[in-house]
């Protein structure tokens, strides 16, 4: 098994045809609750290997959040729903002691490929200072996620951390694995929802639930840092959605994000 | 039944619990291809009969699509993931001849609740021209979904229309029903879908199918005409992103839609 903490902590092992079991990690945590992300990339990992044959990468990976994850053991089944030519959908659903928690529906397609008929590219990656200048937040036994990336946040973006509120519904940084493991696609919806919700700059609340997270993935990324941008521009009715974009080091962009989530009471 | 088109085209019938039967209509045709989000409030339409005594509202709605729908019977297995409290998930397959065509998974829950612990809105409608100024395009028997909407687009992003592109992946114009019925939760993935391409702005191509579509439902909007942008930002590697906001006449956000669809090759 690889070294790595994130490849162990998304390993599963197949049980029957399209059963697959493994540990939900306690490392993705933020208090009690598993990570709404590490769950996006715990179900693209079993999807990835039920469609291990087809050579395929994951193109677009939505999540229905049920319930909250636990740490311990998890099951996944797998249903692959069609396997075409260029396509191939498939549904995995992440179950604990028999209770459903995450729904993960996935399409796969082939990245890079030769083709580009149309190229027009009008965003760019996040301006953000060098690493070394930006803002690195102590440890934290609650945020207990955080440890497993090297991360230098924006300092304006970042100021609520020292309670100083930028007024607006952004963050942004320079992210990357602790243990220096390359970012992939796999990773990616991991890395989607890895940094603090952008609505703490305006506001910080309890924590901020999850009801969907889509992920699109646009290329493989470099290794390196990704650099990352989050963006609430619609925060009422007691929703918030929350866009964000993850860069690669030679500034190509690897995934795009948009959850729905839970404006909480407090 | 309703007198409405778009209601008789998303009639379904119940043949027993989690299988309903409708039509497939052709009115919302690009060509011989029924368009996505058509297909998309089907099978929301399905959802929400399914829902219907637990009296939510659609919050997130993911169509992904298998294969091009057809003209004629459809049916729709649908299944109830969870229903909790607050929110329920349940998905939806949507089959013709035995052969499913697409998947919509979608979670419901409570709109414009009072609960408002947070309120930061920094996007605002798309500037339009008034209603009477804007681009109206003559008939056209290829583009069957058009004659279904009365449709003002602004000049500047449709001058592809008029071989006049704008370099710019943007569409956006004023958009309602042309038979009058008002808009709803379950007809916005529809509108969702409904302007051509934002890449035509930038070249025209062969249709731009939709691989995945997600709508957020945000509110529920007012009677009268929608106002609708969709832009891309990313069109590359073969890949594009399509981000949609419909706004209806009060100014508020009904719906946010992301798609990710493929480029065609000419």
Chains 1, 2 share one sequence.
Not at 32 to 60: I, K, Q
């Amino acid at each position: 098994m690889s070294a790595y903490t994130f490849d162990q902590d998304t390993h599963f092992e197949r049980v029957e045809p399209g059963l697959y079991r493994g540990q939900l990690s306690g490392n993705y945590n933020i208090g009690p609750v598993p990570n709404g992300g590490y769950v996006a990339s715990l179900g693209l990992s079993a999807l990835t290997l039920a469609l291990a044959d087809s050579e395929r990468d994951p193109l677009s990976v939505t999540t229905h959040y049920l319930r909250p994850a636990r740490v311990g053991p998890v099951e996944a089944r797998v249903e692959v729903v069609k396997q075409g030519k260029r396509f191939a959908t498939a549904l995995a659903r992440l179950s604990q002691e028999g209770q459903e928690h995450a729904i993960v529906l996935a399409t796969f397609g082939v990245l890079e490929g030769a083709r580009e008929p149309v190229r027009h590219v009008t965003g760019a990656p996040p301006s953000l200072p060098p690493v070394a200048d930006g803002f690195r937040p102590p440890a934290n036994d609650f945020i207990v996620i955080a440890r497993q990336f090297d991360t230098s946040y924006d300092p304006e973006s970042a100021g609520w951390m020292q309670r100083r509120g930028s007024g607006r519904a952004e963050i942004k940084g320079w992210l990357r694995f602790a243990d220096g493991r390359a970012p992939d696609l796999r990773s990616l919806p991991l890395f989607a929802d890895a940094m603090p919700p952008a609505m703490f700059g305006v506001k910080v609340t309890g924590w901020v639930p999850t009801i969907e997270l889509t992920v699109h993935l646009r290329a493989r990324p470099a290794p390196g840092f990704l650099r990352a941008v989050f963006t609430s521009r619609f925060i009422f009715g007691g929703f918030l959605e929350e866009d964000g974009e993850l860069w690669d080091e030679r500034g190509v962009l690897v995934a795009q994000s948009r959850q729905l989530a839970q404006v909480p009471d407090r």
